[in-house]
């Protein structure tokens, strides 16, 4: 699958994805497997931004369709000679986790650029990191940056007893500002007055189960923090209702395209021959935004903002849907 060029430069399947090969698999805690990925030429790849994260071709649907899921980057990010991430396995989820836990050395995969909607903010006098689970695995990269540009923070970590991916890096890079927690009672015990003890111009980061990002964002606004110091990112947005069935009438041509239950509005454009760029497929990448003429919408997606969502006037197709019978898109 790699295409090597005769003067030994891996050649990159479009602009936007590279074919990468896995270097190395590892268990790093139960359930959890790390892979590494290298440019198969031992190139260095593109830098990246800390929190970003990488759209893998983790195979194919049981309908054929092509299946892509997002994953946060945990190692350097400057120049680095390969990108890693960590995947816990979930048997009942839609089959990525199931795929990339049966990689081995020397396979390729097809990899996105990296791309983040959750970077650290460079101008924030402390940065608070907050991590349930698999969720650490960009808090992990937030912190390796901060440690080696030498920003002040500290890391608030909540897991099962035993568990805890990347905890000994995290310790080795944290030292006395790494905090862990084991239950629910003891993480909030102490998140309550950690959120009113910051210096003023702290920013607040957190990513893990939706549960625990709702409960935190609200806690921090009811302690003053205003919007734009609290940044989150969800893991997708899992399962959805298979939805009502709508009309999309694309206004530039006049067409109108029937969008049945089940069916996402990006699979049926794309079945008419309607292209859109997209990724994830997941609601969280942002790739596949199209704008939204008339109609209202019902939001599914994790990307955009709720001012965005009030707005109307875009969508993401691959998980959201209308809001009644009829959607205007300006296609």
């Not at 302690?223 to 989150?232: C, K, L, S, T, V």
């Amino acid at each position: 699958m790699t295409l090597v060029s005769d003067a030994g430069t891996a050649v990159r399947r479009s602009d936007a994805t590279l074919a990468l090969t896995v270097a190395e698999v590892a268990t790093v805690a139960t359930g959890v497997r790390h892979v590494r990925f290298v440019d198969p030429t031992g190139a260095p790849l593109p830098s990246f931004t800390p929190g970003s994260h990488v759209v893998l071709s983790c195979g194919a649907h049981d309908d054929g369709r092509p299946r892509r899921n997002s994953y946060s980057l945990t190692g350097p990010e400057l120049e680095p000679q390969s990108y890693s991430i960590s995947v816990r396995l979930d048997e009942t989820g839609r089959g990525g986790s199931r795929w990339i836990h049966a990689l081995e050395v020397g396979d390729v995969v097809e990899v996105s650029r990296p791309r983040s909607a959750f970077a650290p903010i460079l101008t924030a006098r402390h940065h608070m990191l907050v991590a349930g689970g698999i969720g650490v695995t960009p808090i992990l990269s937030h912190a390796r940056a901060a440690a080696q540009w030498g920003r002040s923070f500290e890391v608030h970590y909540t897991f099962r007893e035993g568990d805890g991916p990347h905890l000994g890096e995290l310790r080795e890079l944290c030292g006395d500002r790494l905090h862990t927690y084991h239950t629910p009672e003891e993480f909030w015990a102490a998140l309550g007055p950690a959120l009113l003890d910051q210096p003023l111009g702290t920013h607040l980061y957190v990513c893990g189960p939706s549960g625990l990002i709702d409960e935190l964002t609200r806690r921090a606004r009811g302690a003053g923090w205003p919007d734009a110091r609290i940044h989150y990112e969800h893991f997708g947005v899992g399962d959805l209702e298979p939805g009502t069935p709508f009309t999309a009438h694309l206004r530039r041509t006049g067409v109108d395209i029937a969008v049945n239950s089940g069916v996402s509005l990006l699979e049926a454009l794309e079945a008419r021959g309607v292209p859109v760029p997209n990724l994830c497929r997941q609601g969280v990448c942002g790739e596949c935004r199209i704008p939204v003429a008339d109609g209202a919408i019902e939001h599914r997606d994790l990307y955009l903002t709720d001012a965005e969502k009030h707005a109307g006037d875009c969508m993401m197709p691959c998980v959201s849907r209308a809001g009644g019978e009829r959607l205007e898109l300006d296609l």
